[in-house]
């Protein structure tokens, strides 16, 4: 047997199922270049019958994607398959993926029209005849075809045995078993897959595929279990997305392969440094965000915050790390600063910001520290270089804002007039400006006499609610230097103006 495992991409069709979804064919070829850089076997571009916008689809994506088969996929009905035979006719490598339901509860439900038979014997019998023009329909158009062989997880094992046969004696060369409720569980699906190894007499001349789907959480667990057993194709989309809980995600399925090589003992051609682009690119397309604790894609898939976790990882990385973030597209693992993550971690994060201190001054420091992280989620590399000032290098105030007025709408010239104390001095002034903010910060500039740059301005909410304190981080740069002032306020422009002042006091702290 191969000990090399296809992967089959479906985020174009069964991906695209997901509710509230609907891609044009443009961003389906957007998407389909970005799975050939992935380089996955084969892509499920569309289901060519279902509409005009998805035969397109499927015609765009064959006509321009070179490196993966091509895939449509149509039920065992001749027009379904002509559609799918006229959409994938510029396609290098095109599929026909064909099939009919299984289970007793597909047959008498969806096939429950007398003209199938009355029995459910008679309606097994007249599936499988189905089964058997549909595949040799598709072998006309090509000679790559699959067969699915829906809800095959809960489907009696003898007529699933009897159907593969039937549709690999037409010319199935690839036959997919679809747990298509998400019903099985993985010791049982992967003993599905290895009877089917035993008990379908023309198994050798087929490729065996595995189809999970979600709802139980148990898609990817499933897909591996059928791998143990002896399947060497995977269907699933990227990060898991689909019908109802979604399908199997290509992206854990791919890694655990790679990183338990040592168990499954099979290799997947994926370049695996494309996930996190692929990621982001099929989330923002479809508009469904990735979960920071997704596996693998996550946004903290790679992130440490406990202490104990954080010590651990900086000592050596295996000790908290079971594949490396660069292999699957992140730049790098990252140490999120909260209350939990200990001074070994606040020094390591210190000492890459350039500050070596000594003991006490870190012991001052990481009190401050734990006071801000327990009020914020995470600290910033910003808070840190601010409570180093406070603490550690504290900045005389020169300036000092004791009163900030604005004048602004949608029809008047933003105008501010502001009250600094100079070295004890009272001083006044006012300015006009782009919009308030600048307003503000020209008024100051005037009544400090400073004419530094505002180079970088970035506001954040540290709460949340349209009485969210604002948090303001300036970069001011006067004299070749350059400095960061910090503001938080709920009113964005006093914080802006804060931040100014801040920024101005260290300028005159190095000129003093
Ligand atoms: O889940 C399923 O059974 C499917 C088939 C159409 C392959 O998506
Ligand atoms: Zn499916």
Known sequence: MSDKVAIFDTTLRDGEQAAGTRLGSREKLTIARQLARLNVDIIEAGYPASSPEDFVAVQLISTEIEGPAICALSR??????????????KAKRPRIHTGIGVSDIHIMGKFRDEKYGTTLEEKRATLVQMAIDAVRLARSYTDDVEFYAEDAGRAEPAYLFEMLQAAIGAGATVVNIPDTTGYTVPEQFGALIRSITEN????????????????????VANSLAGVANGARQVEGTINGVGERAGNAALEEVVMAIRTRGDYFRVVTGINTTEFCRTSRLVADMLGMAVPPNKAVVGGNAFSHSSGIHVDGFLKQRETYEIMRPEDVGFSDSRVVLTARTGRHGLRDRLEKLGYALSQGELDLTYQRFLRLADKKQEVFDEDLVAILHDEIHPVPETYQLEYLHIYSGTSAIPTATVRLRVRGDLREGAAV???????????????????????????RAVTSGTEAMGEVTVNLEAAGRRVMGRGASTDVIEASARAFVDGLNKLAGFAG
């Open 200 to 219: 379908v007499p023309n198994i050798s001349r087929s490729t065996i595929s595995v189809h999970c789907h979600d709802d139980l959480g148990l898609a």
């Open 433 to 459: 400006g782009d919009g308030p903010v600048d307003a503000a910060c020209k008024a100051i500039s005037q009544v400090a006499g400073s004419s530094a740059n505002l180079v970088r301005y970035e506001i």
């Open 76 to 89: 065992a009905v001749a027009s379904d398959i002509e559609a799918c035979g006229k959409a994938l006719a």
